[in-house]
Each structure stands twice: as structure tokens, then as C-alpha cells.
């Protein structure tokens, strides 16, 4: 018997966030005998980058391994790679609305969903997620189950009240199983049929 193992790689993005500020500085400029104050404009940048490694995100994608088994679908790291993108809206930490703005520029391609990693995430949950485009984001703070979560939204998987479910609002059970409706809507979902085995 095939095992049905629906495997859904994921191509992880370490992003540094660049803000950049404008200064005006004043330095004495000396041309023959007299001296004056010149102004110039000076760009600085400040670079907020994410803590995580391709080796912590193995540790974590085992955790989210788990919680999935139950619906035999495995995300699996394909890919890790470093970029350095423009902070939205000049904000260090990255909320929903600059997550969007963020996400249409990494979307889903055909081989693999995206995971976009960045130091600080200040939205509605610890990390978002663009079913449609196929791309979620974690802060580093964000434990691994948020990470899950944010996986189950990939899979067409919404809010639950249970304060024990995955899916909850706001902070998740470590270890917390996946319901039977929660198994059953993952598997019909449109991402775990685009990288289903087929048969
Ligand atoms: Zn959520």
C-alpha cells in the first residue's frame, strides 16, 4: 500500500528589515583662510535581522512535523536563504498590514509555499498567513506551534474557540492534536491537493 503523505515543501526566507533615516550633519569645510559649516545628507541604515538559522528551523519544523502527522501531511524545509528587504512602512517589527505588503513579493511558486522569518512580529497573532498567496511569517519569539498555526491557516484552517485547539486565537497548547474536522478540511484544502500524491 502507497502511503498518502501529502508533502508540502516550504522555502524559508531569513529576512533582515533595512530602515533607512536621512540625517543632515554639519562639519567645518575650510577653503583658504575662512572656514565654514556645511551641511551634507547622510544616509543611515539600520538593520534588523532575524535571530533564527537554518539549523533552529529544522528543530522547529520536527515540532510542526508532529502536529501534522495526524493529517499525514509533512511541511518540509527545502530551502533557506538570507535577504535583506526594505522595512515596511519603516517599522522594525513587522505587523499584519506590513505582512501583506511583505508577502505578495515572496508568493507560493509552484515547487514550494514560503515562510518569511523576521526578528519582531507585532500583529493581531504571532505570525500571519496569506492562503491565497501561499505565504506565512513568524517573529522570532514565536513559538514553534505558532508556527503550526499559521501553517493551518495555509491549510485553509480557521479559528477555533477551544482555548486547547491549535487553531485557537491568540496563543496556542504546545502539542495540541488537530481536531477530526480540522484533519478533514487540511486534507481537502487546495494546497495539500496541489502537492498531493497522485494516484
Ligand atoms: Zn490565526
Known amino acids: 500500500m502507497e502511503s498518502d503523505v501529502v508533502i ?20 567645518p569645510v575650510s577653503v583658504g583662510s575662512t572656514t565654514h559649516i ?18 533552529s528551523l529544522m528543530v ?8 501534522f502527522r495526524a493529517a499525514d501531511i509533512d511541511f518540509r524545509l527545502r530551502n533557506t536563504s538570507s535577504e535583506s528587504v526594505e522595512a515596511p512602512k519603516g517599522s522594525e517589527a513587522l505587523d499584519d498590514e506590513g505582512f501583506l505588503m511583505l508577502a505578495s513579493g515572496f508568493p507560493m511558486n509552484n515547487n514550494a509555499v514560503s515562510l518569511l522569518l523576521v526578528r519582531k512580529f507585532a500583529g493581531s497573532e504571532g505570525g500571519a498567513s496569506a492562503e491565497e498567496l501561499g505565504v506565512c511569517a513568524v517573529g522570532d519569539s514565536s513559538a514553534d506551534t505558532a508556527l503550526a498555526h499559521e501553517f493551518g491557516h495555509l ?9 486547547r485547539d491549535l487553531m485557537n486565537r ?16 487540511a486534507r481537502a484544502s487546495p494546497l495539500a491537493r496541489r502537492f498531493g500524491v497522485s494516484r
Do not use: M, Y
Open 8 to 27: 508540502i515543501p516550504v522555502d524559508a526566507h531569513l529576512l533582515t528589515l533595512t530602515i533607512s533615516k536621512f540625517e543632515i550633519i554639519e562639519r
Open 38 to 55: 556645511q551641511r551634507e545628507r547622510v544616509q543611515r541604515k539600520n538593520e534588523i535581522q532575524t535571530q533564527r538559522t537554518a539549523a
Open 60 to 67: 522547529s519544523f520536527t515540532a510542526v512535523s508532529k502536529i
Open 155 to 163: 491549510l485553509g484552517l480557521e479559528h477555533q474557540g477551544d482555548i
Open 170 to 185: 491568540g496563543l496556542s497548547v504546545p502539542g495540541a492534536p488537530l481536531t477530526r474536522s480540522e484533519i478533514a478540511t
